[in-house]
């Protein structure tokens, strides 16, 4: 009996992830004294905590869609930042830079589900295209050169604390459990967990199921331009006009990490947390030790690589 409960932890992605965030904090803490202190692991999850949100798109897309990947959460995340410091820097409100990056965000989403369902374009193809369009649209918008910053009120809410936590942790958390709510307890989640498993016994159900997938890629657009207002805020400026694709793989690595499946209808949110807070941990660690950018992105690299195989392996096993 606990032999079997070992061996179903050990295949257990979201377990994995924990054990190894918990065995590079140790060894980050021989390595760094400091590096697993309450505070730096307060830090830590500040960071994660943008991550963890630009997931919950991959994640929803995952899911629903089978096959699916969104490869223009980058571009939506980039173009949010830099609608809102760009009107900011021109007079405008905040007010009126939120609706529109949100508006916008969510429409090039909605068009990512049109190509992909209803023009029949692979995933990779519509989404990797759409955020060359994104792209394009940002830099006419911006004349090729980003301006102004984060509004101040958004720098304070971003960097202020509510109960001792950071407020970005915070909304992290309220966003995981009622989204774990939302794929757990509701016929919604249960709508999109059976168009990913099986489109054509959820199609003799009743369910609309072309609507459904193109209502997950409006809302990974959606989710993409929240991404991109609480990072211009803890960035301060969107000088870096590649920060959002910096995020694209390791959103999708995040997800496979935590369980969620690359053919559909399988894995949580919580799970895509877990390896969130994996590949953060990862990151720093390999910061700490002062490795060059070159060998960090192959190791980084590597480690991703390698529990993907592992990944692979045991969806060849099991079917």
């Known amino acids: 009996m606990n032999n079997n409960i070992i061996k179903t932890a050990l295949r257990s992605n979201i377990f994995m992830s924990i054990m190894l965030s918990i065995i590079l904090l140790a060894v980050g803490q021989i390595v760094s004294p400091g590096f697993a202190t309450p505070s730096n692991i307060m830090n ?42 760009k009107m900011g820097a021109d007079g405008q409100s905040f007010q009126l830079s939120l609706v529109i990056s949100i508006l916008a965000c969510t429409a ?18 519509m989404t990797l295209s759409m955020g060359s369009v994104v792209l ?18 958004l720098s304070k809410f971003i960097y202020g604390e509510t109960l001792s936590l950071p407020n970005m942790i915070l909304v992290w958390i309220i966003i995981i459990a009622a ?9 919604i989640g ?5 168009v990913g498993s ?7 159900s009743g369910v609309n199921t072309q609507k459904v997938r193109i209502i997950a890629y409006g809302m990974s657009g959606f989710v993409c331009s929240f991404a991109g207002i609480f990072l211009l805020g803890y960035m301060a400026a969107p000088n870096n006009l590649e920060t959002g694709a910096h995020y694209i793989m ?12 690359l053919s559909g209808g399988e894995g949580s949110y919580g799970g895509a947390v877990t390896g969130v807070i994996f590949l953060t941990i990862l990151e720093a660690l390999l910061m700490t030790v002062q490795l060059g950018e070159p060998v960090r992105k192959i190791i980084y690299g590597v480690v991703v690589i390698a529990i993907l195989i592992n990944y692979v392996r045991k969806n060849t096993k099991s079917s």
Request: aromatic share 8%; charged share 10%.
């Open 198 to 204: 099986n489109r054509l016994t959820a199609e003799l």
């Open 179 to 187: 989204v774990t709510f939302v794929m757990s307890k509701t016929k």
């Open 44 to 85: 830590l999850l500040m960071i994660a905590a943008f991550l963890g949100v630009i997931t919950l798109a991959q994640v929803i897309v995952m899911i629903t869609d089978s096959g699916g990947i969104d490869l223009s959460v980058g571009s939506m995340l980039q173009f949010a930042m830099i609608v809102i410091a």
């Open 250 to 261: 390791p959103s999708i690595a995040a997800a496979v990490v935590g369980g969620v499946s």
């Open 108 to 125: 090039f989403g909605f068009a990512n589900g049109l190509g992909t369902v209803l023009l029949k374009i692979p995933p990779l193809i």
């Open 136 to 153: 394009g649209v940002m830099l006419i918008y911006i004349k090729g050169f980003p301006d102004g910053g984060s509004p101040r009120v």
């Open 190 to 194: 249960r709508i999109m967990y059976g």
